[in-house]
């Protein structure tokens, strides 16, 4: 996918950073028409129309989630269709900034919730934790797994913490998380220093090969 955004003609404010918000409790944008369609085309029979479709979304940046989000949505459920979905949530949330990708942990689309965890442990911040550790409460499985794969991620642990052990386990190994950052948080690095075991999330460069010498062709 590129990672091009249009500017999508939706009603938004500014948030405390300075950056676009939709309000997700209260006063989500009104679908855009060419989104939906595009969020409907994903389960084209025809490849090259899905292929088109997951451009559009990706392109669109942001304002897709609204798309991808709300309540029957493709994000949520199992299938190629959800796959393709939480494809295009992870790609465009690569492009969100950190203060507004932690707010969209709190989304009331479980598909945002966890692509935004998700995105949070590939970036390998410090000051991720707490806000992966609040989503260890998670109604949602898919959630809680996606927060304490980050957390281990960032951390290196893991604190007995199973996303569908039962609600008692559950609250008993998030207890163990919170002291812990009580213990540690406040002698950590600053909030937007990579975590000491945090891999690198960017990838690997492959070095170009030095140009043929002339005449060697």
Same mark, same amino acid.
């Given at each position: ?99 507004? =990708?932690?707010?969209?942990? %709190?989304? +009331?689309?479980?598909? !945002? @919730?966890?692509? *935004?965890? #998700?995105? &949070?442990? /590939? ?8 806000? =992966?550790?609040?989503?260890? %409460?998670? +109604?949602?499985?898919? !959630? @809680?797994?996606? *927060?304490? #794969?980050? &957390?281990? /991620? ?64």
């Amino acid at each position: 996918f590129t990672s091009r955004r249009a500017n999508w003609p939706l009603p938004v404010s500014t948030s405390t950073y300075g950056l676009p918000s939709f309000h997700w409790r209260s006063e989500c944008p009104p679908l855009h028409p060419g989104l939906a369609a595009a969020a409907r085309r994903l389960d084209d029979p025809d490849f090259a129309v899905r292929a088109r479709a997951m451009r559009t979304l990706v392109a669109a940046g942001e304002p897709a989630l609204a798309v991808l989000g709300v309540p029957g949505a493709p994000g949520g459920g199992l299938g190629p269709v959800a796959g393709r979905a939480r494809a295009v949530i992870a790609e465009v949330l690569r492009d969100v900034a950190d203060p507004r =990708l932690a707010a969209l942990t %709190d989304s +009331p689309s479980a598909a !945002v @919730r966890s692509g *935004a965890a #998700a995105e &949070l442990g /590939r970036r390998g911040r410090w000051g991720s934790i707490a806000v =992966l550790i609040e989503r260890l %409460d998670d +109604p949602d499985p898919g !959630v @809680r797994e996606a *927060a304490v #794969a980050a &957390l281990r /991620r960032l951390t290196g642990r893991h604190q007995g913490f199973d996303p569908l052990a039962p609600p008692a386990a559950r609250r008993t190994a998030t207890t163990r998380w919170r002291e812990w950052w009580q213990r540690v948080g406040r002698a950590a690095p600053a909030a937007d220093a990579p975590s000491p075991c945090a891999p690198d999330p960017s990838p690997p460069r492959v070095p170009e090969a030095p140009p043929a010498p002339a005449g060697s062709l």
